[in-house]
């Protein structure tokens, strides 16, 4: 397929607070060595520090916006302003592999009935950072939680029309007790839209890994277990989903206490009693604002 003829890409990134980080990804984009992609910058800053690091690249084509702060809402901002075929949603502090966009492109290319790609995150080093298969597999709702982040996401424009917005009781600044998660509950409306999704662990994102105290250890399980307990009822996930997703952090939890790891067994804790939490939210929402058929069988 000749260059021109290629699917072009949005890039959204959605950025607050960052600029050593943001200015990183800018250079892993002027790297790329498929160039046909936009950049669709929602700024989130009270001061013009994004206007500044963008207008040090004036080689990649970019356009600004602003939100109010919150994941889920900037992203949302962007949305009526996509154009092109393809669109990924890239966190502000991650990087992209030289090649990655032209084995996106081709991929998408080859195969016209895909409708989301998902890569692996690593950490600088090139470790998995995190719990990725190792295998390329299509993508369900009961796999779905270990084969996406929202910066490993490439989606078609028409797959992103048909699920429309992100949840914004979800994602970073929602406000929330569950502000995580708002990617995986975009993938499981996809795919319950029935939009075939592909895992491929060859296509890598680079994105680091920050060290946490104990006491941010065990916050992070309490807001990350109640945002999967809030995807998993607002999506109508059947008992034995949900049953399997509550015993995991409980026996985590009984076997750190075993190991006499104090630590992770708080964690699992908190993962559990944030995930009891989130169903109850979720359940709640559902009521107020049902989402139709269940998300998986």
């Given amino acids: 397929m000749a260059a021109d003829a290629q ?31 936009r950049l669709v910058v929602v700024d989130q800053n009270a001061d013009e520090r994004v206007e500044r690091i963008l207008a040090a690249h004036p080689l990649l084509e970019a356009l600004r916006l602003r939100s109010a702060r919150g994941l889920s809402r900037a992203r949302n901002a962007a949305l009526p302003h996509l154009e092109a075929e393809l669109v990924a949603f890239p966190d502000d502090d991650c990087a992209y592999p030289s090649d990655l966009l032209e084995r996106v492109v081709g991929r998408f290319a080859a195969e016209p009935e895909l409708g989301i790609l998902s890569g692996r995150a690593a950490a600088a080093d090139g470790a998995t950072a ?16 270990h084969a996406a982040n ?37 993938l499981v409306r996809a795919l319950r839209l029935g939009v075939r999704m592909e895992y491929d662990p ?71 009693a944030g995930r009891l939490s989130g169903l109850g939210a979720g359940a709640r929402a559902t009521r107020r604002s049902p989402r139709g058929a269940r998300a998986s069988r």
């Fill in 7 to 37: 699917p072009r890409l949005d890039l959204v990134v959605a950025t607050v607070d960052r600029t050593d980080d943001l200015e990183r990804l800018l250079v892993s984009l002027e790297a790329q060595t498929h160039t046909g992609f």
């Fill in 130 to 145: 995190g719990r990725w298969p190792r295998a390329p597999a299509a993508v369900t709702p009961d796999t779905v939680w």
């Fill in 202 to 272: 060859s296509l890598v994102v680079t994105h680091p890994v920050k060290p946490v105290t104990a006491e941010e250890l065990v916050a992070l399980g309490r807001r990350d277990g109640a945002s999967v307990g809030y995807v998993l009822a607002r999506n109508g996930y059947p008992v034995s989903a949900i049953a399997r997703m509550l015993a995991r952090p409980g026996l985590g939890a009984v076997l750190s206490l075993a190991l006499l790891d104090g630590t992770r067994a708080r964690f699992h804790a908190a993962t559990l």
């Fill in 150 to 186: 929202s910066h490993t996401i490439f989606l078609r424009r028409s797959a992103v029309e048909r699920v429309g917005g992100f949840d914004e009781a979800l994602g970073l600044g929602a406000g929330t007790a569950w502000s995580s998660g708002e990617e995986i509950d975009y």
